[in-house]
């Protein structure tokens, strides 16, 4: 049997992060304006990152202004992208989309299209985020997973109260307590947020042993940093992107809310 789970529906999780960084460089100054249409243009995709801090600002603004969805993924350090892999790199890509709202879209052109709003949003967008500025290799990249999970530390992780049970109240909830019990390495928990229907196709051991291996196929810094944003700065958007992902999957059994899987394949 093919498992009917996808990396890329765990590491769906870090796309969320983009919308994360974009907030701290949206300048108060930005009117709102209307998102004008967007061109097909030359992607503008680093693959072997930039030179300094302030060319990977730069960068950032003119790829969010694009929509640029291969360039967003070339920003992220070489050893993260790695970790994440093809189906994680589909992850990313769908969510730093969804992330991207038309209005925030027409506010990152309206910068670039200014060389005195692109210089002081350079110089913001360096302070704010110089700590989520890596190098590899001599060369800079900007890692997301690194923004969203900021503000927290491993006390926090280590005091952290988890959802005692599943939350089948609603199309929200049961996705929020999914992805805690989940990403917590509650598996025992999280199965409940499984249809019922599926868990007597596939029984639960063996749902258990697929969820596991999952879990063990993140590497461990990634699943710290995923545990750090889930508490911490990216929780609300990281909910918001998985409700959208889930959303095809969730059904309505007996009064309660569900997730099939099989409809995500």
Not at 3 to 31: C, W, Y
Not at 120 to 132: C, G, H, P, Q, S
Not at 204 to 213: F, G, H, P, Q, T
Request: net charge positive; glycine share 4%.
């Amino acid at each position: 049997m093919k498992t009917m789970f996808k990396k890329s529906h765990i590491l769906f999780l870090r796309g969320a992060f983009l919308a994360v960084a974009a907030g701290m460089l949206l300048p108060a100054m930005a009117k709102e304006v209307p998102a004008p249409a967007v061109a097909k243009a030359p992607s503008l995709a680093a693959k072997n990152g930039y030179d300094s801090k302030e060319a990977v600002a730069e960068a950032f603004i003119r790829i969010y202004a694009a929509a640029d969805r291969e360039a967003m993924w070339q920003m992220l350090p070489p050893s993260l992208r790695k970790a994440l892999g093809e189906q994680g790199k589909k992850g990313f890509q769908d969510s730093a989309c969804n992330s991207m709202s038309p209005n925030s879209v027409a506010q990152m052109k309206l910068i670039a299209s200014k060389p005195d709003l692109m210089k002081k949003a350079i110089a913001k967008l360096v302070k704010n985020l110089e700590k989520f500025m890596v190098q590899e290799k001599g060369r800079w990249y900007l890692d997301f997973l690194k923004v969203a999970a900021s503000g927290k530390s491993d006390e926090d992780l280590a005091n952290v109260k988890l959802p005692e049970r599943i939350d089948h109240t609603s199309e929200q909830k049961v996705v929020e307590t999914y992805v805690m019990t989940m990403m917590f390495g509650k598996v025992d928990l999280a199965i409940d947020a499984i249809d019922p229907e599926v868990r007597r196709i596939y029984g639960d051991k063996r749902l258990k042993a697929i969820l596991n291996k999952e879990l063990r196929s993140l590497p461990p810094e990634v699943l710290r940093q995923t545990k750090l944003a889930l508490i911490g700065n990216g929780r609300k958007i990281i909910f918001n992107n998985m409700y959208a992902a889930y959303k095809k999957a969730l059904i309505k059994t007996n009064g309660n809310w569900y997730i099939d899987f099989r409809k995500m394949r």
